[in-house]
């Protein structure tokens, strides 16, 4: 996988989730159905290149367009 969101559930417990996407397009269709929700996005991860780089929902949603512009390439 390319890309992790990480999230907080909602209720009491606040259990963490985990969301894995292959493609910046996918991750920020996530994240956006996500913002909608009740549940809390806490972080985006940049798994490309075997690093886990933190990323911001604008950094996602730049990477996502390139793909799309690209044909599925980021």
Do not use: K, W
């Amino acid at each position: 996988m390319s890309f992790r969101l990480i999230v907080r559930l909602p209720g009491h417990r606040g259990l963490p989730g985990v969301s894995d996407c292959a493609l910046a397009s996918e991750a920020f269709t996530v994240y956006r159905r996500l913002a909608r929700s009740s549940v809390q996005v806490e972080q985006i991860l940049d798994l490309r290149a075997g690093r886990e780089a933190p990323i911001t929902g604008a950094e996602l949603e730049a990477m996502a367009q390139r793909e799309r512009l690209n044909g599925g390439v980021s």
